[in-house]
């Protein structure tokens, strides 16, 4: 007899999953479609919603100071994942790169925001092409 117990033991996954208007990756919700976080074609605009899911860690690690003077909230540039996933073997949603659900190397929102936040933006492969360009104007 089939009851509203079956297959409880299988657990859902909110935070990896992909639908035809969505797809949610560590917690982060982008249109499927675009890969936009801010879509004018959808429209949606999942940055409020998305926010709320590293509002404690913000809370915990920023000062006062970072928070008020720094973190732009709702108005922050918004995050962006086209050509960035695709469905992996169990069907969810996972980065290309590393064909891994739940890809905290990809997938950190919470370093990308901290990040962005604090100025850190330049990553070890920006820098060596800067240095790159540097000595070749020498």
Known sequence: MDSQFTNSQ????????????MV???????CA???LELCGKC????????????????????TEEELESKWQGDDRPPFEV???????GSGKPGCIMHKTVA??????WGDKILSDIRGK?????RSRKERKSASRLE
């Open 82 to 88: 086209t050509g960035q996933w695709t469905k992996v």
């Open 43 to 62: 429209p949606t605009d999942n940055r409020m919603i998305n926010n709320m899911q590293v509002e404690d860690m913000l809370n915990d690690t920023l």
């Open 121 to 125: 933006k330049k990553t070890a492969r």
């Open 10 to 21: 299988s657990q859902v996954d909110n935070d990896n999953y992909v639908d035809s208007d």
């Open 103 to 108: 890809c905290e190397e990809c997938f950190n």
């Open 24 to 30: 949610t990756l560590n917690g982060f919700s982008f």
């Open 33 to 35: 479609r675009h890969g």
